[in-house]
């Protein structure tokens, strides 16, 4: 059975750094790509950025380019999301996706991140 | 940048009732490019339709997805209780790779 499993709730204040996970199991992690999914209190669905584990190779959206970092160990069968400075506008319900062709197929839990002085 | 608009916003239905929800792209998208996803309250969104017509594994087959070029579908046949949900669709493209519409929210009227 596939399941990303992300790390729990976090509450940080402006200008901190975090650094969330996502661990994948019951597939073979390094050849799918995985990302994240943003989702603000109330609002819709956001594309961020994906990873391919193998080889690291990323893609991001135009919006969170240079606002966050992804990355992977498939050592661990784990993804990240990383900010160095977090703002209040971070707050928002995090998702793990895995991508497979032109979709996402499996979603994670989630992981909310309040950013809040 | 393809947008996705969704309509209509909300959707007020009684269970057994047909719904039908647009997603309307602002230029041509591949059709096997667009997915449907279910949200429900406090949950993580689920994969319905994939290649806009395809089933996701799992889902019942009173959901279908239809459509081609700028404008999709997706359709419940027969409303159940745990249908009533947000519904997203979502491209897949050029930059960005992936868009999401704003959701249509399906309530119990």
């Given at each position: 059975?596939?399941?990303l499993?992300?790390s729990?709730?976090?509450?940080?204040?402006?200008g901190?750094?975090?650094?969330?996970?996502?661990k994948?199991?019951?597939y073979?992690?390094s050849?799918?790509?995985?990302?994240?999914?943003?989702?603000?209190?109330?609002?819709?669905?956001?594309?961020?950025?994906?990873?391919?584990p193998?080889?690291s190779?990323?893609?991001?959206?135009?919006?969170?380019?240079g606002?966050v970092?992804?990355?992977?160990d498939?050592?661990?069968?784990?993804a990240?999301?990383?900010w160095?400075?977090l703002?209040a506008s971070?707050?928002?319900?995090?998702y793990?996706?895995?991508h497979?062709?032109?979709f996402?197929?499996?979603w994670?839990q989630?992981t909310?991140?309040?950013?809040s002085s | 940048?393809?947008?996705l608009?969704q309509?209509p916003?909300?959707?007020?239905l009684?269970?057994?009732?047909?719904?039908?929800?647009?997603c309307r792209?602002s230029?041509?998208?591949t059709?096997?490019?667009l997915?449907?996803?279910q949200?429900k309250?406090?949950?993580?969104?689920?994969l319905?339709i994939?290649g806009?017509?395809s089933r996701a594994?799992?889902?019942?087959d009173?959901?279908?997805?239809?459509g081609?070029g700028?404008d999709?579908?997706?359709?419940?046949?027969?409303?159940?209780?745990e249908?009533?949900a947000?519904?997203?669709c979502?491209q897949?493209?050029?930059?960005?790779l992936f868009?999401?519409?704003?959701g249509t929210?399906?309530?119990?009227k």
């Open positions: 059975e596939v399941q499993v992300q729990g709730a976090e509450v940080k204040k402006p901190e750094s975090l650094k969330i996970s996502c994948g199991s019951g073979s992690f050849t799918y790509w995985i990302g994240w999914v943003r989702q603000m209190p109330g609002k819709g669905l956001e594309w961020m950025v994906i990873i391919y193998r080889d190779d990323t893609r991001y959206s135009p919006s969170f380019q606002q970092t992804i990355s992977a498939k050592s661990i069968n784990t990240y999301l990383q160095s400075s703002k971070d707050t928002a319900m995090y793990c996706v895995r497979t062709t032109t996402f197929d499996y994670g989630g909310l991140v309040t950013v | 940048e393809i947008v608009t309509s916003g909300t959707l007020s009684s269970p057994g009732e047909r719904a039908t929800l647009s792209a230029q041509s998208v059709s096997s490019y997915a449907w996803y949200q309250p406090g949950q993580a969104p689920r319905l994939y806009a017509s594994t799992g889902i019942p009173r959901f279908s997805g239809s081609s700028t999709f579908t997706l359709t419940i046949s027969r409303l159940e209780p249908d009533f947000v519904y997203y979502q897949y493209g050029s930059s960005p868009t999401f519409g704003g929210k399906v309530e119990i």
